[in-house]
T-cell receptor, first 117, second 110 residues
Framework: AQKITQTQPGMFVQEKEAVTLDCTYD???????LFWYKQPSSGEMIFLIY??????QNATEGRYSLNFQKARKSANLVISASQLGDSAMYFC??????????????FGAGTRLFVKA | ETGVTQSPTHLIKTRGQQVTLRCSSQSGHNTVSWYQQALGQGPQFIFQ???????GRGNFPPRFSGLQFPNYSSELNVNALELDDSALYLC?????????FGPGTRLTVL
């Protein structure tokens, strides 16, 4: 059964340091997509980064990079040079269904990141 | 700004009523997905529409239904509202790997 696991309910990081948010997933599909989103207290869901299951290179977007380890079924988000504005809830998500033709996207429970000055 | 808009922003309904939420997708995006996010939880997938056809559904009862129009905008309809339907309803439009969310509609059922 498809599943997304984020084992860190809360994380603290010092401003300007790097932080890794963990995400593991479970799927029987060969073709799937992995996403990371940021949700500040204002509530909007902000797209950060996407990794396709067939992409050989790890995705990067500015200070965000996705450490994709397919064999381990992990898709950790690395934020470099943390800023105070990075304090938010972070969600890992997976979209699958190309094999069955019925698409579904599931989200993890989220990790709340606190950046300390 | 993602280009995805939702209306209304907030809505208050009573149990048993029906509600329609609307979403306009980002230009060029032909897929719309709807999610329910209860307080303190991650979004739960309701369904996805691609070129006016539902092509994916989560574990939501049939009283949650939707439509997608030729311009790729979409509606979420919920009948016979229950107290547990109180949540933030998010729509997301996508094309390929990108998926962008709208600001959401906060629904309160009394």
């Amino acid at each position: 059964a498809q599943k997304i696991t984020q084992t860190q309910p809360g994380m603290f990081v010092q401003e300007k340091e790097a932080v890794t948010l963990d995400c593991t997933y479970d799927t029987s599909d060969q073709s799937y997509g992995l996403f990371w989103y940021k949700q500040p207290s204002s509530g909007e869901m902000i797209f950060l980064i996407y990794q396709g299951s067939y992409d050989e290179q790890n995705a990067t977007e500015g200070r965000y990079s996705l450490n994709f380890q397919k064999a381990r079924k992990s898709a950790n988000l690395v934020i470099s040079a943390s800023q105070l504005g990075d304090s938010a809830m972070y969600f890992c998500a997976m979209r699958e269904g190309e094999r069955t033709g019925g698409f579904k996207t599931i989200f993890g429970a989220g990790t709340r990141l606190f950046v300390k000055a | 700004e993602t280009g995805v808009t939702q209306s209304p922003t907030h809505l208050i309904k009573t149990r048993g009523q029906q509600v329609t939420l609307r979403c306009s997708s980002q230009s060029g995006h032909n897929t719309v997905s709807w999610y329910q996010q209860a307080l303190g939880q991650g979004p739960q997938f309701i369904f996805q529409y691609y070129r006016e056809e539902e092509n994916g559904r989560g574990n939501f009862p049939p009283r949650f239904s939707g439509l997608q129009f030729p311009n790729y905008s979409s509606e979420l309809n919920v009948n016979a509202l229950e107290l547990d339907d109180s949540a933030l309803y998010l729509c997301a439009s996508s094309r390929g790997g990108e998926q962008f969310f709208g600001p959401g509609t906060r629904l309160t059922v009394l």
